[in-house]
Nanobody, 121 residues
Framework: QVQLVESGGGLVQPGGSLRLSCAAS????????MGWYRQAPGKQRELVAA???????NYADSVKGRFAISRDNAKNTVYLQMNSLKPEDTAVYYC???????????????WGQGTQVTVSS
């Protein structure tokens, strides 16, 4: 069984920074894409940033130039560096990973439990 565990959320003032981490553990053969999503109260979950296993990245327009996604393939971990945070960045942040558990198994999408990020003065 695969687990994704996020950490690094919290309360920060506008203009501040946070770094989120998400470590995948368990029965993992390979991981393709990894990503960060967020969901604010009353809104749909939206993609924030994604990264392939080769390091190509993709960002939501609202975070370009402020957020940076990276990964450590040896540790099965993805990071999200968030700078110049705004109140509208307040949300629960979820990581996900497209992975396979064995050489023969099909790809699956696994999600973390979420970590709260609150940007407020």
């Amino acid at each position: 069984q695969v687990q994704l565990v996020e950490s690094g959320g919290g309360l920060v003032q506008p203009g501040g920074s946070l770094r989120l981490s998400c470590a995948a553990s368990g029965s993992i053969f390979s991981i393709n894409d990894m990503g960060w999503y967020r969901q604010a109260p009353g809104k749909q979950r939206e993609l924030v940033a994604a990264i392939t296993n080769g390091g190509s990245t993709n960002y939501a327009d609202s975070v370009k130039g402020r957020f940076a996604i990276s990964r450590d393939n040896a540790k099965n971990t993805v990071y999200l560096q968030m700078n110049s945070l705004k109140p509208e960045d307040t949300a629960v942040y979820y990581c996900n990973a497209e992975l396979s558990e064995t050489l023969a198994s099909s790809l699956q999408i696994s999600w973390g439990q979420g970590t709260q990020v609150t940007v407020s003065s």
